[in-house]
Each structure stands twice: as structure tokens, then as C-alpha cells.
T-cell receptor, first 113, second 109 residues
Framework: SQTIHQWPATLVQPVGSPLSLECTVE??????LYWYRQAAGRGLQLLFY??????ISSEVPQNLSASRPQDRQFILSSKKLLLSDSGFYLC????????????FGPGTRLTVL | SQQGEEDPQALSIQEGENATMNCSYK?????LQWYRQNSGRGLVHLIL?????REKHSGRLRVTLDTSKKSSSLLITASRAADTASYFC?????????FGKGNQVVVIP
């Protein structure tokens, strides 16, 4: 069966510090991968999605970046965090080809102070 | 981009009652999906309804889709305390999902 992992679960970082959040998927090959951010009491904002290794599409211009160094690994990064980067970050995967449900990881709660 | 918008935003009901949530969107879609999120957790997929379908059932869930009105509804019948969660609709197009802001449902035992 497929599983999706995210770490860390929670993170408190000072403004201006770097960020690296990792997401890995097991039990499937060539998944579509997604990073979302959820502000408190809000819906999900799609940040990045990837249909293959090295293929990243950015939905919202900001100081975050994403990389996909391996088929089932998706990394969200920042060189310098802003206060506005605080939120709940969710990684998700779906089978390639679209028209399918997405499976979400447990999320990372990021607080920037 | 497509954007689901749920209505109402918050709903409080007694256990055993039915809960209905609505979602509207603005552009054409391939399918519409409903997800559930318990506090502080990831989202869990509940049901997917394709653009050529009008109604779909899964257990105590019933979803309708009216593409002419660009709207969908989620009905949870015979609610349980464990149904307390936030419910999101999401419209699918171009291999991406656009999520609404969510409905918070509280089921009182």
C-alpha cells in the first residue's frame, strides 16, 4: 500500500532563517507531487506541483522553492523565511494522468517568529 | 483559476441529524472532490464526482453536482460525533485541485 511521509511535524524558526521540509512517498512510482500551504481557518493554497523528477511548476511567486531530486521525494525550501511563511504545509500525491484523488501527508506546522 | 467556495462556513448539529454543505465554482471542471480534515491533520479524500455525473453515494455520504449552476452539495446523513471535522470541496482541472475555504462541522453528542 502507498504511504506518504512528511517531516518535521512541527517547526519553529526565526525570521531570516532557511527552511527545508521533506516529503516522501512509498508504494507507488512516478506520482504527481504537490505542496500546499494552509493558513489558520483557511483553505489550501497550491504552492508547487511536479509531474516528474526535476519538473516543478510554481503556482504562487514567493520566497519558497521546491525540488524533486528523486521520483518519490519532494522538498520545499526557503533561503530566508518571512513571518508570512507561517502556516500548515501539506504534501500530497496522486497517480499521474490527472482526474484522480490526492492523498495527503500529515503536514508540517511551521511557525516563524 | 477554479475556486470552490463552500457555504455555510460553520455548522453545528446534534448527533443523528443530517448535515448539508454547498460548494460553488466558477469555471468548467473535470471533476469535483470532497475532502475531510480533522484538526491539525492532513486531508482525507471522501468522494469524487465526475463532470458527467449528477449524484454519487458512499456510505452515509451523498454528493450532487449541477454543472449548469456550477454547484455541488455534500450531505452527511445520521451524523456522528466522529464526523466533527472541516470539509473542503475541490475542483479539478489541468491536473490541479483548487480548494474552497472549508466548512467546519461540529456534531454534538
Amino acid at each position: 500500500s502507498q504511504t506518504i511521509h512528511q517531516w518535521p511535524a512541527t517547526l519553529v524558526q526565526p525570521v531570516g532563517s532557511p527552511l527545508s521540509l521533506e516529503c516522501t512517498v512509498e508504494g507507488t512510482s512516478n506520482p504527481n507531487l504537490y505542496w500546499y500551504r494552509q493558513a489558520a481557518g483557511r483553505g489550501l493554497q497550491l504552492l508547487f506541483y511536479s509531474v516528474g523528477i526535476g519538473q516543478i511548476s510554481s503556482e504562487v511567486p514567493q520566497n519558497l522553492s521546491a525540488s524533486r531530486p528523486q521520483d518519490r521525494q519532494f522538498i520545499l525550501s526557503s533561503k530566508k523565511l518571512l513571518l508570512s511563511d507561517s502556516g500548515f504545509y501539506l504534501c500530497a500525491w496522486s497517480t499521474s494522468g490527472g482526474y484522480n484523488e490526492q492523498f495527503f501527508g500529515p503536514g508540517t506546522r511551521l511557525t516563524v517568529l | 483559476s477554479q475556486q470552490g467556495e463552500e457555504d455555510p462556513q460553520a455548522l453545528s448539529i446534534q448527533e443523528g441529524e443530517n448535515a448539508t454543505m454547498n460548494c460553488s465554482y466558477k469555471t468548467s471542471i473535470n471533476n469535483l472532490q470532497w475532502y475531510r480534515q480533522n484538526s491539525g491533520r492532513g486531508l482525507v479524500h471522501l468522494i469524487l464526482i465526475r463532470s458527467n455525473e449528477r449524484e454519487k453515494h458512499s456510505g452515509r455520504l451523498r454528493v450532487t453536482l449541477d454543472t449548469s449552476k456550477k454547484s455541488s452539495s455534500l450531505l452527511i446523513t445520521a451524523s456522528r460525533a466522529a464526523d466533527t471535522a472541516s470539509y473542503f470541496c475541490a475542483t479539478e482541472g489541468n491536473n490541479r485541485l483548487a480548494f474552497g475555504k472549508g466548512n467546519q462541522v461540529v456534531v454534538i453528542p
